[in-house]
């Protein structure tokens, strides 16, 4: 028994020794730190880097700065960069490259700019010592963009110019380092710039030209192993920081550029991109955290004057110098207080380059023991202030904006938008259930609903569960990106006449079926079921498929007839193919009329859209194989027709799908039917009434004038 006791109190002498205990330590301070800080207003990341003081070395020596807590340490940090890099919204980042720019200078010039003579004059360094800690002022880390990623305003413009300055300032402050490090040793030649050029230019070669190609082959080929998928990135993601390493810079920025040249490959909303911040937020991202407080020694303030004199002077020159850079980006750019707030916050902590940058000055002997100290309390410091300002003003974004969406969401319905599924063939169902999800309102508390309409027959209940069965796996594929699926199974006598009813039933929006198989040479392409579920049917359809994974796609080509702006669901399909390109970070060529481009126009700036898009004119519809010369084997054709008697039905629609699916065989393909304009009192009372002889009297006048036109020039040239 005594032998007992004394292996117990083994077990728990300080620091702890026992790897599986400290394991379990640090999941217990990530588990209740944030909840117990909560109740006191206080954000988790404080609570995290609050406990890694307590339990470090400077503090109860609980837990020794040993190679495991480095190792995951820099997984935490290398995870933080490039979850910033992979959630980067493209489109907005192109469209605001400029503004990067100018923040990316502003939040490294102002702090180095007050941050120099602070330290040459008033602290008394040398130019080296002074240039090298000025610089370190210019950096900052991502420690805050958690919380702007959980409340869900990462694709806030000024999120976007931020995480741009982010790596345009650490690549510059780094590259500072390297030089101030080769100028120390006596280095500073023409060979070390060479070097370093040279080393960089592989670099991004290597990772913008090589890796998403090895990406694209890799998700294409290996489509259904997903768990691989994970293991690829990670392997990206280090192997990316191991290359920026070997170019001379820094290893968090392998991992954001890693981030950069993965981001079209892996969307917001899907199951990856789920897991990847999943993991990252539930255990590497706070373990660096936690990282962060055991460096911290509140005991350096005790250990002079001069230390408290150093650390209070880095902190307010380091705080006011990111202040000033946000200050000046809202004044030009016309910004909200809360977006300024936003833009200091998540660019006013200092973690990761800031102790790159002095680690490695402290041991080349260029700055002394009261600037490593100094820098250790503004670490502390910083992350504190960052963390409540970027909450504050991340809140207060939040609030604005469901203000002004509100109104508009109500309007149109999204928080009850309810998407219909039906499946006739299982093979097709990953890839639909895939767009169904990107597509899907993320407020809206109806699930996608998958429909199988098993026939009316003896077998009937053994087929339900068949089909039941069957539907599960996807299941687990919808909830792997937290999205709710519903399963239907119903008997009916004809599958279309099921779908019809249901997609009543629920009150569905959007109906998404798979393209049609075609079962003999003498079938029509939409044979009698398409056109039951058409005409039975008023709700916004997308008839879809998908040669290759979505995410494979470089473009969407719209085709879009006259007068579909006046169709009733003309915003939402446009609001949808807008969500799919911003999700696949890929832009939009839309071929229509003048009108049409206007409607267009109205409804991206109506609902803020931030896809990229493109306008070609297009009229001549008689000749629709036209789009052959423009449509690449890698995009998504869409091509919006009507229902019959609908605003912009015209008879040339009729035999579109047929020639899609011959003409255009290697491209992934979407017919979408909007929904039209329906009058109750109307339908009732003209039930009889068809709009169809009207439209085909319609045409054939066109055509005559279209012939007479053409005699006439005839007439002209002769």
Same mark, same amino acid.
């Given at each position: 028994?005594t032998d007992?006791?004394?292996?117990?109190?083994?077990?728990?002498?300080?620091?702890?020794?026992?790897?599986?205990?400290?394991?379990?330590?640090?999941?217990?301070?990530?588990?209740?730190?944030?909840?117990?800080?909560?109740?006191?207003?206080?954000?988790?990341?404080?609570?995290?880097?609050?406990?890694?003081?307590?339990?470090?070395p400077?503090?109860?020596?609980?837990?020794?700065?040993?190679?495991?807590v480095?190792?995951?340490?820099?997984?935490?940090?290398?995870?933080?960069?490039?979850?910033?890099?992979?959630?980067?919204?493209?489109?907005?980042?192109?469209?605001?490259?400029?503004?990067?720019?100018?923040?990316?200078?502003?939040?490294?010039?102002?702090?180095?700019?007050?941050?120099f003579?602070v330290?040459?004059?008033?602290?008394?360094?040398?130019?080296?010592?002074?240039?090298?800690?000025?610089?370190?002022?210019?950096?900052?880390?991502?420690?805050a963009?958690?919380?702007?990623?959980?409340?869900?305003?990462?694709k806030?413009?000024?999120v976007?110019?931020?995480?741009?300055?982010?790596?345009?300032?650490?690549?510059?402050?780094?590259?500072i380092l390297?030089?101030?490090?080769?100028?120390?040793?006596?280095?500073?030649?023409?060979?070390?710039?060479?070097?370093?050029? #040279?080393?960089?230019?592989?670099?991004?070669?290597?990772?913008?030209?090589?890796?998403?190609?090895?990406?694209?082959?890799?998700?294409?080929?290996?489509?259904?192993?997903?768990?691989?998928?994970?293991?690829?990135?990670?392997?990206?993601?280090?192997?990316?920081?191991?290359?920026?390493?070997?170019?001379?810079?820094?290893?968090?920025?392998?991992?954001?550029?890693?981030?950069?040249?993965?981001?079209?490959?892996?969307?917001?909303?899907?199951?990856?991109?789920?897991?990847?911040?999943f993991?990252?937020?539930?255990?590497f991202?706070?373990?660096?955290l936690?990282?962060?407080g055991?460096?911290?020694?509140?005991?350096?303030?005790?250990?002079?004057?001069?230390?408290?004199i150093?650390?209070?002077?880095?902190?307010?020159?380091?705080?006011?110098?990111?202040?000033?850079?946000?200050?000046?980006?809202?004044?030009?750019?016309?910004?909200?207080?809360?977006?300024?707030?936003?833009?200091?916050?998540?660019?006013?902590?200092?973690?990761?380059?800031?102790?790159?940058?002095?680690?490695?000055?402290?041991?080349?002997?260029?700055?002394?023991?009261?600037?490593?100290?100094?820098?250790?309390?503004?670490?502390?410091?910083?992350?504190?202030?960052?963390?409540?300002?970027?909450e504050?003003?991340?809140?207060?974004?939040?609030?604005?904006?469901?203000?002004?969406?509100?109104?508009?969401?109500?309007?149109?319905?999204?928080?009850?938008?309810?998407?219909?599924?039906?499946?006739?063939?299982?093979?097709s169902?990953?890839?639909?259930?895939?767009?169904?999800?990107?597509?899907?309102?993320?407020?809206?508390?109806?699930?996608?609903?998958?429909?199988?309409?098993?026939?009316?027959?003896?077998?009937?209940?053994?087929?339900?569960?068949?089909?039941?069965?069957?539907?599960?796996?996807?299941?687990?594929?919808?909830?792997?990106?937290?999205?709710?699926?519903?399963?239907?199974t119903?008997?009916?006598?004809?599958p279309?006449?099921?779908?019809?009813?249901?997609?009543?039933?629920?009150?569905a929006?959007?109906?998404?079926?798979?393209?049609?198989?075609?079962?003999?040479f003498?079938?029509?392409?939409?044979?009698?079921?398409?056109?039951?579920?058409?005409?039975?049917t008023?709700?916004?359809?997308?008839?879809?498929?998908?040669?290759?994974?979505?995410?494979?796609h470089?473009?969407?080509?719209?085709?879009?007839?006259?007068?579909?702006?006046?169709?009733?669901?003309?915003?939402?399909?446009?609001?949808?193919?807008?969500?799919?390109?911003q999700?696949?970070?890929?832009?939009?060529?839309?071929?229509?009329n003048?009108?049409?481009?206007?409607?267009?126009?109205?409804?991206?700036?109506?609902?803020?859209?931030?896809?990229?898009?493109k306008?070609?004119?297009?009229?001549?519809?008689?000749?629709?194989?036209?789009?052959?010369?423009?449509?690449?084997a890698?995009?998504?054709?869409?091509?919006?027709?009507?229902?019959?008697?609908?605003?912009?039905?015209?008879? #040339?629609?009729?035999?579109?799908?047929?020639?899609?699916?011959?003409?255009?065989?290697?491209?992934?393909?979407?017919?979408i039917?909007?929904?039209?304009?329906?009058?109750n009192?109307?339908?009732?009372?003209?039930?009889?009434?068809?709009?169809?002889?009207l439209?085909?009297?319609i045409?054939?006048?066109?055509?005559?004038?279209?012939?007479?036109?053409?005699?006439?020039?005839n007439?002209?040239?002769?």
């Amino acid at each position: 028994m005594t032998d007992f006791f004394k292996h117990l109190i083994h077990e728990f002498e300080l620091p702890l020794g026992n790897p599986v205990l400290i394991f379990s330590l640090i999941l217990f301070i990530i588990l209740l730190s944030p909840i117990l800080l909560k109740r006191l207003n206080i954000p988790g990341i404080i609570g995290l880097i609050i406990a890694g003081v307590v339990i470090g070395p400077h503090g109860f020596n609980i837990l020794a700065k040993n190679s495991a807590v480095d190792l995951f340490s820099t997984i935490g940090l290398l995870y933080i960069m490039f979850i910033a890099g992979l959630e980067l919204d493209m489109n907005e980042f192109k469209s605001n490259r400029k503004k990067s720019l100018l923040f990316g200078f502003f939040t490294f010039i102002i702090p180095l700019g007050i941050g120099f003579p602070v330290c040459f004059y008033l602290l008394g360094y040398d130019f080296n010592a002074s240039f090298l800690t000025a610089s370190m002022f210019a950096t900052h880390t991502l420690v805050a963009y958690p919380i702007v990623s959980k409340l869900g305003v990462s694709k806030n413009q000024a999120v976007a110019i931020t995480v741009g300055g982010t790596i345009l300032t650490d690549t510059a402050v780094l590259i500072i380092l390297a030089v101030i490090m080769g100028n120390s040793k006596g280095n500073l030649n023409s060979e070390f710039w060479i070097r370093l050029s #040279v080393s960089l230019a592989i670099f991004s070669a290597i990772m913008f030209l090589i890796i998403p190609r090895i990406a694209k082959w890799f998700f294409r080929k290996l489509e259904s192993e997903k768990h691989s998928h994970y293991i690829f990135v990670l392997a990206v993601v280090f192997f990316a920081a191991f290359l920026a390493e070997i170019a001379g810079v820094e290893a968090i920025i392998g991992a954001f550029v890693a981030g950069l040249a993965l981001n079209k490959l892996i969307p917001h909303s899907s199951a990856l991109m789920n897991r990847i911040e999943f993991i990252g937020n539930s255990l590497f991202i706070p373990f660096f955290l936690i990282s962060v407080g055991m460096l911290v020694d509140v005991s350096v303030i005790l250990s002079g004057p001069m230390a408290l004199i150093v650390a209070g002077t880095l902190t307010v020159v380091a705080l006011f110098g990111k202040w000033f850079a946000a200050l000046f980006t809202q004044l030009i750019f016309k910004y909200s207080t809360a977006q300024r707030q936003l833009i200091f916050g998540l660019s006013s902590a200092h973690a990761a380059a800031t102790l790159a940058v002095i680690l490695v000055g402290y041991k080349a002997e260029i700055l002394d023991e009261n600037i490593l100290n100094g820098t250790i309390i503004l670490i502390l410091i910083t992350c504190i202030v960052a963390s409540f300002a970027t909450e504050k003003a991340a809140k207060k974004i939040v609030i604005e904006s469901e203000d002004d969406t509100e109104g508009l969401a109500k309007l149109n319905g999204i928080h009850n938008e309810h998407i219909l599924l039906p499946i006739a063939n299982v093979s097709s169902i990953e890839k639909l259930l895939e767009f169904a999800i990107f597509i899907k309102e993320k407020k809206s508390a109806n699930p996608v609903s998958i429909l199988s309409v098993v026939s009316n027959n003896k077998e009937a209940e053994i087929n339900i569960l068949k089909a039941r069965n069957k539907l599960e796996e996807f299941v687990r594929q919808a909830s792997a990106s937290e999205t709710k699926v519903n399963i239907i199974t119903t008997i009916d006598h004809n599958p279309a006449s099921g779908i019809a009813r249901i997609s009543r039933e629920i009150m569905a929006d959007i109906i998404v079926l798979g393209w049609p198989q075609r079962s003999g040479f003498i079938d029509k392409f939409f044979d009698e079921k398409m056109d039951t579920i058409l005409s039975n049917t008023d709700k916004t359809t997308f008839i879809c498929h998908l040669e290759q994974p979505l995410v494979l796609h470089k473009r969407i080509v719209i085709a879009a007839p006259p007068l579909t702006e006046h169709e009733n669901g003309f915003d939402l399909w446009l609001n949808k193919i807008a969500i799919l390109a911003q999700e696949l970070t890929i832009p939009i060529v839309l071929y229509c009329n003048e009108a049409t481009e206007k409607a267009v126009e109205k409804t991206f700036k109506k609902f803020k859209l931030t896809a990229s898009i493109k306008v070609n004119p297009f009229t001549d519809w008689e000749d629709f194989l036209v789009f052959s010369r423009h449509i690449h084997a890698d995009d998504l054709f869409v091509l919006v027709s009507a229902r019959k008697g609908a605003t912009s039905y015209m008879g #040339v629609l009729e035999n579109l799908p047929t020639k899609l699916e011959k003409h255009f065989t290697a491209n992934s393909r979407f017919v979408i039917y909007p929904q039209q304009y329906t009058d109750n009192f109307s339908s009732e009372k003209y039930d009889d009434f068809s709009a169809e002889p009207l439209n085909k009297g319609i045409e054939a006048v066109q055509k005559i004038g279209k012939g007479i036109g053409s005699f006439f020039k005839n007439k002209d040239n002769e």
